[in-house]
């Protein structure tokens, strides 16, 4: 099998805190607008978080017949439309035999919403209340599942589950499947439904949520207000595909995933290693395997979360990665100011973003950036979109459990 085989996306799908399609997404991105707003989907008099990028107006029957929308958890749902969207644009099907036809599909949480639910029904009706459905509804597979069986994909059929790098190792996973020869074509991207009272609960007693009431101050990535991320939800789809296969059915190619670094720190469940020593690896990882030189104009969708250490010590991974002087003069910016942090599905809506920015030469802004922290000297896009003619694309993501995921993304030359 070859090892050296060109991999590149030919279709995207979005259901994002700024649209439920592509267009709406990037529109919403460029132009710096701001998907954070009280939470509607519980309750929150209780609870010191109240604000999430939640995805607004979603309709599953849009998607999935009743019975499946019943049997199955918001996350999955929004796997299967954004994939539908996915593979609709690329036209993949019917053009690939089903055995070299994968999902690789992330999510950091999965069914955590029907956790909730059935174990409600467990202690206020006992277990005979319990769905027997529970267990696949629930399980972190189910996405990558529901999405093969629709779409006929008979080879590997897998979740990533790394936590906030969920989608991009799932992303990243996919294109060595294809650059290895074990498959053709994958529809991968990331999932995540954790805007419920458990889940929020839990980081805000970790402290990792904002406490912010106002919108435009909740997502503060690089600024020195800043004071935990706000938690967001959604999916994002792409389908990957063999270079020479897609060129030769004539397919619209948005560009080439070119390199992929996955480290862990081996650290802490939880902190960033102070020294960023993963996440500069796997930038190294991702840039060399992409052909980075010095004449290289470089953007990175940075994983930027607005929490006081992460941001400090990714500032840290990029200096490592290309040297101080190349970091102050990359692009760098943090779409969770927009999307808030979607969890296992950032590292797609942030692929995702990165290819845009490549294929328009434009690059998304960090908003409500207006207080810029010292520690985080690098050239952030505060609030306004920049035209750059970037070169390469980065995208980083760094999950809890020490992983860190950075993705390189270039135009498609011949």
Request: hydrophobic content about 40%; glycine content about 10%.
């Amino acid at each position: 099998m070859s090892e050296n085989r060109r991999v590149v996306v030919t279709g995207i799908g979005a259901v994002t805190p700024l649209g439920n399609n592509v267009k709406d997404t990037w529109e919403g991105l460029k132009s710096g607008k701001n998907g954070i707003a009280p939470i509607t989907l519980f309750d929150t008099e209780k609870f010191k978080a109240k604000l999430a990028a939640e995805v607004k107006n979603f309709e599953p029957k849009d998607y999935l017949e009743v019975n499946d929308i019943l049997r199955s958890d918001r996350f999955a749902q929004f796997a299967v439309a954004a994939a539908q969207q996915a593979v609709d644009e690329s036209g993949i099907e019917g053009t690939v035999e089903p055995e070299r036809f994968s999902v690789f599909f992330g999510t950091g949480i999965g069914g955590i919403g029907t956790f909730e639910n059935e174990y409600t029904k467990l202690m206020e009706k006992g277990p005979r209340r319990v769905s027997a459905l529970f267990i696949p509804m629930m399980i972190t597979n189910m996405a990558a599942g529901m999405i093969a069986i629709r779409h006929d994909c008979r080879g590997s059929a897998m979740p990533a589950v790394t936590a906030c790098a969920s989608g991009s190792n799932a992303i990243g996973e996919a294109m060595r499947m294809i650059r290895h020869g074990y498959a053709d074509a994958v529809i991968t991207g990331g999932a995540e439904a954790a805007v419920t009272p458990s889940a929020v609960a839990g980081f805000v007693n970790m402290q990792a949520l904002s406490a912010s009431e106002n919108p435009d101050t909740a997502s503060l990535p690089f600024d020195k207000r800043r004071n935990g991320f706000v938690i967001g939800e959604g999916a994002v789809s792409l389908v990957l595909e063999e270079y020479g296969h897609a060129k030769a059915r004539g397919a619209k190619i948005y560009g080439e995933v070119c390199g992929y670094g996955s480290t862990c720190d081996a650290h802490h469940i939880t902190a960033p290693h102070p020294e960023a020593r993963g996440g500069a690896q796997a930038m190294l990882d991702a840039m060399r395997e992409a052909g980075y030189t010095k004449n290289d104009t470089v953007y990175i969708n940075a994983h930027g979360t607005g929490t006081p250490m992460n941001d400090a010590i990714e500032t840290v991974a990029i200096k490592k990665a290309l040297g101080e002087d190349a970091a102050k003069q990359a692009y760098v910016s943090s779409t969770k100011s927009m999307t808030g942090h979607m969890l296992g599905a950032a590292g797609a809506v942030e692929a995702m973003a990165c290819l845009f920015a490549l294929k328009e030469k434009l690059v998304p802004p960090t908003i409500n950036l207006n207080e810029p922290d010292e520690v985080c000297d690098l050239n952030c896009v505060p609030n306004t979109a920049v035209n750059a003619d970037i070169t390469l694309a980065l995208s980083n993501s760094l999950g809890f459990g020490g992983h860190n995921a950075c993705l390189a993304f270039r135009r498609v030359t011949p």
